[in-house]
């Protein structure tokens, strides 16, 4: 049988927001897919082949570009949309956690965990053009200075950390590999960032996610950075945002919702 391949962006987030459309499409009876990704991990639990992405390649291209400036929808359903699926597509991973002893060092803690994003240069770009969708450190550390006094603060992330997170209990940084990573997701209450995987890994677990905006981003100049916006990006009401200039009270008030969603969830 000719394999018809799929591919989302070549992100971890793209991969994360491609495996439930994936999913869908396998439900939905199709046992030609192979999935082009450089993050074959997210795929693992399903039964179909991967191969390394080639942007080049895909018939069907469950990728949001194309989609950025069109209202009314969100990241994940222009994915959707663009791999030619009209009916709603369930944003959920299913995950079987694997690395039950990591989560059970985590709970031996006996708090609530809290995944933190490592800050880091968004898109893992090093050339500098995303750098007006990273929040300023004085909101970031001011919002987890909060969370901190209520959870188990474990970090996650990969790369070189922009600036460093003053009382983390648990540093996963760099320490963790994909399966790892969406194991102790599995455990976690809740989660705080920025625009990054850290949404839909948040989203497709269904945990209440807190995410912190640059007001940088939302202005700038750049047609592709300032359409990244909350409206556009957060797919669940369970995904709350602040933006980084906010006063103290607004960004408190989103901070206790927050607590609340997690109290109920």
């Not at 901190?148 to 950390?161: N, P, T």
Request: charge should be positive; proline fraction near 6%.
């Amino acid at each position: 049988m000719t394999k018809t391949v799929i591919r989302g962006g070549s992100g971890l987030g793209d991969a994360l927001y491609l495996q439930p459309i994936v999913r869908h499409l396998l439900m939905q009876g199709r046992d030609d897919l192979i999935v082009g990704t450089d993050y074959p991990a997210v795929f693992s639990q399903l039964k179909v082949p991967t191969t390394p992405l080639v942007k080049s390649q895909g018939k069907i291209i469950g990728h949001y570009t194309g989609r950025k400036s069109v209202p009314g929808t969100s990241q994940f359903e222009d994915c959707c949309i663009r791999a030619g699926i009209n009916e709603p597509v369930e944003m959920v991973l299913n995950w079987k956690p694997v690395n039950k002893t990591l989560i059970n060092q985590l709970k031996r803690f006996g708090k609530p965990i809290l995944l933190v994003s490592m800050p880091r240069s968004p898109m893992g770009r090093n050339d500098g053009f995303a750098d007006e969708l990273m929040p300023t450190q004085e909101a970031y550390l001011a919002v987890l200075g909060t969370l901190k006094k209520h959870f188990l603060i474990v970090q996650v992330g990969s790369g070189k950390a922009l600036f460093p997170l003053p009382g983390i209990d648990v540093d996963l940084g760099n320490k963790t590999c994909v399966t790892d990573l969406i194991d102790v997701a599995t455990a976690a209450s809740g989660m705080f960032g920025y625009c990054s995987f850290m949404i839909p890994l948040a989203e497709s677990l269904n945990k209440p996610g807190l995410f912190l905006w640059s007001r940088r981003g939302l202005e700038s100049k750049s047609a592709f950075i300032n359409t990244i916006t909350p409206e556009k990006v957060l797919h669940k009401p369970s995904s709350l945002h602040a933006v980084d200039d906010w006063d103290v009270r607004r960004i408190s008030e989103t901070v206790d919702e927050f607590l609340r969603q997690i109290g109920s969830s």
